[in-house]
């Protein structure tokens, strides 16, 4: 192992393309393109000072948003991006905020947003301006998602694209680097819409596609010996998942026993677990491994407490009351052997993504995205450095799929590297409002269940379990929903889901859904299913399950587990759509019988 090797964060190290965040709800795909070419890319707010920056990048993207430039609010950029001498890419509202910039009458007012596939014929110019379709033919079917509306080319600019509604659908500075395009290049139904992110990342910024994974264990063990020292201890949540258990085998390989696991059996987790992961880091990986029970301080902390942010805060909050009493006690028992320096250090296998999902575009905690259990659900005094234990978040630059190769190079087996993603707070996020043993203990075995039966009809690889949920109470609460955004057929909807005139989810915790087991009636729980295939958990679909096996995954659920009455599934995609569990309380659901519709506000 080289010891000479820079130990410098990533973007110091390898040419990197910034991405600035005006609000798009695709902006992470454009990195995930980028990444998937090989070349390191990362994304800030669009409120970034670049001149705060520590590294220049190599060229620069705005992503687009759902903003109009005429907004007294609308999002902008700094100045020094058109400053810096670097290449420039303007996407849908980037386009539009490039041209506005030259002169506000380029840019139109949007009266309804155009959204939707097209086809745009490729111009050619015959100077550097082509390099941004080049190879890519005459024309592509292209997606267009934009409110605004160019109406002028901006003066110094020329048309290289152009489709039947948008005369401007790809504009060029004649003689700088400055593009912008009125697509998404980053949707997968763009056509050939990697490759013209690929032309601007490496035929205009130049940029060097080395970003691999091959040695990116060499340099962050460089790199974390260097942060920790010599002496200093650290210790670390596992949990089984494939982050946390990359990275307790990075520090594991970085700094040898110094590294001490902890697994904290909280009473939220899924069945036979802890077993299961003990068997797994202690005896396969030689990961050094301690499992606290704290179950009975969890359960007592979140007593009352239903809604899901404030589970989330207290959860964060109890782990690390947890571990600040094990680094003591770690300590003590260190102090007459060679590893008497303090635990210094709590490593988190924090991911790109969990940064991303935690920000909005103008650089704060979302309100409209659920905080992260590895990001914003912390504790404030892990984040801003003042706790007496430092955070150490060696996996923050990577994507999922970035760690699942990771983890292959540093040989863990694949059993575990494709294991499907499961919260840190576990089970506790899974169940709306008051988490209790009994609750928990429901959703456990139909967990069980429903993840059994995947692996038995031979799709485990297939899905990526985003969450399952359980909740008491669809009952009759005769609450209309006013803004309706989903309805579902009346051939979508169960009779028995039928019977009902209306439904309300406005406080699940409470009550209890009706129905008939054997010749009496029953009251219980309903369970919420959700399945999705995904590549990285930043989007997902819904995974489209035989219906012969969602009916037997019911069944199943139904008859085998005590206090659940009924079982759905979440058809949703993400985005827009976040677990049930992230909900407000007072959205509402409504069954209404004459039509057969749900309505979801």
Same mark, same amino acid.
């Given at each position: ?39 390191? *890319? ?25 903003? *109009?430039?005429?907004? %007294? ?42 959204? !939707? ?34 109406? =002028? ?19 060029? =500075? ?132 239903? #809604? ?54 103008? !650089? ?23 706790? =007496?234990?430092?955070?150490?978040? %060696? ?27 499961? %919260? ?37 690889? #297939? ?28 051939? #979508? ?45 930043? *989007? ?22 005590? !206090? ?8 949703? *995609?993400?985005?827009? !759509? ?6 407000? %309380? ?16």
């Amino acid at each position: 192992m080289s010891e000479t090797l820079d130990a410098a964060p990533p973007h110091a190290t390898f040419d990197t393309v910034l991405v600035l965040d005006l609000g798009s709800q695709t902006s992470h795909l454009i990195l995930r393109r980028l990444r998937s070419i090989g070349v390191y *890319s990362e994304m800030l707010p669009c409120t970034q000072k670049l001149k705060d920056l520590s590294w220049k990048p190599v060229g620069i993207i705005l992503s687009g948003g759902p903003s *109009s430039v005429y907004s %007294p609010d609308a999002p902008n950029v700094d100045p020094l991006v058109f400053e810096l001498g670097v290449p420039v890419l303007g996407v849908c509202y980037g386009c539009q905020l490039i041209a506005w910039r030259v002169n506000p009458n380029n840019v139109a007012p949007g009266v309804a947003r155009e959204y !939707g596939e097209t086809s745009m014929a490729i111009r050619k110019i015959g100077n550097h301006a082509d390099r941004l379709f080049e190879g890519l033919g005459d024309s592509l079917n292209v997606v267009m998602s934009h409110f605004d509306k160019l109406v =002028h080319l901006p003066d110094g600019f020329k048309t290289i694209a152009t489709t039947k509604n948008s005369e401007f659908a790809g504009i060029a =500075h004649d003689s700088q680097p400055v593009f912008g395009i009125q697509f998404h290049p980053e949707i997968s139904h763009t056509e050939r819409g990697t490759d013209i992110i690929a032309n601007f990342a490496l035929k205009i910024c130049g940029a060097r596609a080395d970003w691999k994974m091959d040695n990116f264990s060499e340099r962050e063990i460089v790199r974390i010996r260097k942060l920790v020292g010599d002496k200093a201890q650290v210790i670390g949540a596992v949990s089984g998942g494939v982050d946390s258990t990359v990275a307790a085998k990075l520090l594991t390989e970085a700094i040898g026993d110094r590294f001490k696991s902890i697994l904290v059996d909280t009473g939220l987790m899924r069945l036979n677990e802890c077993e299961q992961v003990k068997e797994t880091l202690d005896k396969h990986l030689g990961i050094n491994l301690t499992v606290v029970d704290g179950s009975d301080l969890f359960f007592s902390r979140l007593a009352g407490v239903t #809604e899901p942010e404030a589970k989330r805060k207290i959860i964060g909050e109890t782990f690390i009351d947890l571990f600040e009493i094990e680094a003591l006690r770690i300590e003590k028992e260190a102090e007459n052997t060679p590893f008497a320096g303090k635990v210094e250090w709590f490593l988190q296998g924090t991911l790109y993504a969990d940064i991303v999902e935690s920000l909005s575009f103008k !650089g704060a905690a979302s309100s409209t995205i659920k905080s992260h259990h590895n990001a914003g659900g912390l504790p404030a005094r892990m984040q801003n450095g003042e706790a =007496h234990l430092k955070l150490l978040e %060696p996996l923050r630059e990577l994507f999922k799929d970035e760690v699942r190769a990771f983890g292959r190079q540093l040989q863990i087996h694949e059993e575990l590297i494709g294991r499907h993603p499961f %919260p840190g707070p576990g089970l506790g996020i899974r169940i709306i409002g008051e988490v209790t043993r009994e609750r928990v203990e429901i959703v456990r075995k139909a967990d069980h269940i429903f993840i059994s039966m995947i692996r038995e009809a031979g799709i485990y690889d #297939e899905v990526r379990r985003e969450h399952l949920s359980f909740e008491r109470n669809f009952t009759n609460r005769f609450a209309r929903s006013p803004k309706p955004t989903l309805r579902l057929t009346q051939t #979508e909807v169960t009779p028995f889901l039928a019977f009902y005139e209306f439904v309300s989810i406005s406080d699940l915790h409470s009550s209890t859904a009706v129905g008939v087991q054997g010749d009496a009636r029953a009251y219980g729980y309903i369970c919420v299913l959700r399945a999705v295939t995904s590549l990285d958990m930043m *989007s997902a679909e819904p995974y489209e399950f035989e219906w012969s096996l969602l009916k037997a995954i019911s069944r199943r659920i139904v008859n085998e587990v005590d !206090g659940i009455a009924r079982v759905v599934y979440d058809t949703t *995609s993400k985005p827009p !759509g976040e677990s049930l569990l992230h909900a407000s %309380p007072s959205h509402t659901c409504d069954i209404n019988r004459p039509t057969g519709t749900i309505e979801l506000e």
